[in-house]
């Protein structure tokens, strides 16, 4: 049995979860997330619980089971208290701004580069070099984060770039130095 699949889902309070056919509804304070379950994973509303269970051992189906609860757990955590990420962008000259909805990235390119954000997520420039995004849909959410870093990773040479905050990117010494 998997060690994830089978623990159940606590609701917080303010929290409904309602099944309808082969999706499940989670609705919160900070809004509402939808998922359609596969086949072979059933899932049931008790006692302020959700409870994830498989039909059948075949291997397909096993290892969906904890991913479904896992992705079922996500959906409540964010209708609840929301997700939060925050990248830092190093280099001189670097800066981000919003612009309407979109986010504009000064990145030492020929040109900006303007993002278009997502609906359900929430961006904010606090500091030029400080963006933080804030939203229900933990996958969404980590999605975007990614193709924003992915559009100048930092380098390991001067450490230029976009990262997590608090991600630590490890120096290479320079060619002068290595010997």
């Given amino acids: 049995?998997?060690?994830i699949g089978k623990q159940p889902i606590a609701l917080p309070s303010g929290v409904k979860a309602?099944?309808?056919?082969?999706?499940?509804?989670?609705?919160?304070?900070?809004g509402k997330l939808t998922f359609k379950i596969p086949g072979a994973i059933k899932v049931e509303v008790v006692d302020n619980q959700v409870i994830v269970k498989r039909e059948s051992e075949e291997k397909p189906v096993r290892s969906l089971h904890g991913t479904v609860r896992a992705i079922i757990n996500n959906m409540?955590?964010?209708?609840?208290?929301?997700?939060?990420?925050e990248l830092d962008i190093i280099g001189v000259g670097y800066?981000?701004?919003?612009?309407?909805?979109?986010?504009?990235?000064?990145?030492?390119?020929?040109?900006?580069?303007?993002?278009?954000?997502?609906?359900?997520?929430?961006?904010k420039v606090p500091k030029p070099?400080?963006?933080?995004?804030?939203?229900?849909?933990?996958?969404l959410l980590g999605e975007f984060v990614a193709d924003i870093r992915a559009l100048y990773p930092p380098?390991?040479?001067?450490?230029?770039?976009?990262?997590y905050v608090g991600e630590e990117v490890r120096k290479k010494?320079?060619?002068a130095l290595a010997k």
């Fill in 18 to 30: 309602q099944l309808q056919a082969d999706t499940i509804l989670i609705e919160g304070s900070k």
């Fill in 155 to 163: 380098e390991p040479y001067k450490g230029k770039g976009i990262r």
């Fill in 129 to 139: 070099t400080r963006i933080e995004i804030e939203g229900i849909d933990k996958q």
């Fill in 95 to 123: 800066k981000a701004q919003m612009k309407g909805k979109d986010l504009m990235l000064s990145m030492g390119f020929s040109h900006p580069v303007e993002i278009k954000v997502p609906q359900g997520l929430n961006v």
């Fill in 1 to 3: 049995m998997s060690r």
């Fill in 76 to 85: 409540v955590k964010g209708v609840s208290e929301g997700y939060k990420k």
């Fill in 173 to 175: 010494l320079g060619k």
